[in-house]
């Protein structure tokens, strides 16, 4: 099943305040829609993290 890419960035800023990333700029895998808009994130270290979509820029 093919999935439609929505205006998705390459990446993004954490804008949240006090959040162990803010500021800092992540790449952009995919984002989903769970209980609001989620978006699928590469760490500095290499994890991926699901961040809230209202928590970047």
């Not at 960035?9 to 800092?24: K, V, Y």
């Not at 829609?33 to 961040?51: A, E």
Request: glycine share 6%; aromatic share 4%; proline share 5%.
């Amino acid at each position: 099943m093919a999935t439609a890419h929505r205006d998705i960035p390459d990446s993004l800023t954490i804008t949240r305040e006090r959040h162990a990333f803010e500021g800092q700029s992540l790449a952009v895998i995919s984002s989903i829609r769970r209980r609001g808009v989620l978006v699928l994130v590469v760490l500095p270290d290499g994890r991926r993290s699901l961040i809230p979509a209202n928590w970047t820029d």
